[in-house]
């Protein structure tokens, strides 16, 4: 079967660093995503590992391990228009499909 | 830079009644998924294509049907709808490599 497990809320401070975790099982494992959702809108791409390692795009960084099933998303110096749903989200060699769990709400706090 | 393109946004049907929900998209992907989320919830994969021709079942497409006659449509069929299909509608397109593109969403309920 397949699984995602990511923490349902987070809350931060301005200014701070935060980490969503990820882990997931699934079968023909291609890459991690990650996307951000604001209230009412589309989920847009943040991030992408088709490696293990880091990668770095301005303020978010996410990592990927597959020997552990698990990624994770870093975001610095948080900014209150960061406050949204953030969902990890595994695709698989099949169709290249991409599954998303029930995501990460972060809450930014002045 | 159009992107995916859904249409409508907002619908409301009747128990029974049917409807398409159209997308298409400009930047010559391979791939497209029709996603539904439920209000606090994750997306869940109805249906995907890998190419024209060519359509699959994702995680949830009972109640749904899609065709895929061109590279850049991909409407989504809802035949006799029902109160649990009240959701909001995403269509997506990707290259197959970890980017992926969503619509603006078609918000649906049904009455």
Same mark, same amino acid.
């Given at each position: 079967?397949?699984?995602?497990?990511?923490?349902?809320?987070?809350?931060?401070?301005?200014?701070?660093?935060?980490?969503?975790?990820?882990?997931?099982?699934? *079968?023909?494992?291609?890459?991690? *995503?990650?996307?951000?959702?604001?209230?009412?809108? $589309?989920?847009?791409?943040?991030?992408?590992?088709?490696?293990?390692?880091?990668?770095?795009?301005?303020?978010?960084?996410?990592?990927l391990s597959r020997s552990d099933?698990?990624?994770?998303?870093?975001?610095?110096?948080?900014?209150?228009?960061?406050? $949204?749903?953030?969902?990890?989200?595994?695709?698989?060699?099949?169709?290249?499909?991409?599954?998303?769990?029930?995501?990460?709400?972060?809450?930014?706090?002045? | 830079?159009?992107?995916?393109?859904?249409?409508?946004?907002?619908?409301? /049907?009747?128990?029974?009644?049917?409807?398409? /929900?159209? +997308?298409?998209?400009?930047?010559?992907?391979?791939?497209?998924?029709?996603?539904?989320?439920?209000?606090?919830?994750?997306?869940? /994969?109805?249906?995907?294509?890998?190419?024209?021709?060519?359509?699959?079942?994702?995680?949830?497409?009972?109640?749904?049907?899609?065709?895929?006659?061109?590279?850049?449509?991909?409407? /989504?069929?809802?035949?006799?709808?029902?109160?649990?299909?009240?959701?909001?509608?995403? +269509?997506?397109?990707?290259?197959?490599?970890?980017?992926?593109?969503?619509?603006?969403?078609?918000?649906?309920?049904?009455?």
């Open positions: 079967g397949q699984s995602l497990e990511q923490p349902s809320e987070v809350t931060a401070v301005e200014g701070a660093i935060v980490q969503i975790n990820c882990t997931y099982q699934t *079968s023909g494992f291609y890459g991690l *995503s990650w996307y951000q959702q604001h209230d009412g809108g $589309a989920p847009t791409f943040l991030s992408y590992n088709g490696l293990d390692g880091l990668e770095e795009t301005g303020r978010f960084s996410s990592f099933s698990y990624g994770y998303l870093l975001l610095q110096e948080l900014q209150m228009k960061d406050s $949204a749903s953030y969902f990890c989200a595994p695709t698989m060699t099949g169709g290249f499909k991409t599954i998303f769990g029930a995501g990460t709400r972060l809450f930014v706090k002045a | 830079n159009a992107g995916v393109t859904q249409t409508p946004k907002f619908r409301i /049907l009747k128990i029974g009644q049917s409807m398409t /929900l159209q +997308c298409t998209q400009d930047m010559n992907h391979n791939y497209m998924y029709w996603y539904r989320q439920d209000p606090g919830m994750g997306l869940k /994969l109805i249906y995907y294509s890998v190419g024209a021709g060519i359509t699959d079942k994702g995680e949830v497409p009972n109640g749904y049907n899609v065709s895929r006659s061109t590279t850049e449509d991909f409407p /989504l069929r809802l035949e006799l709808a029902a109160p649990s299909q009240t959701s909001v509608y995403f +269509c997506a397109s990707s290259t197959g490599e970890g980017m992926t593109f969503f619509g603006q969403g078609t918000r649906l309920t049904v009455v």
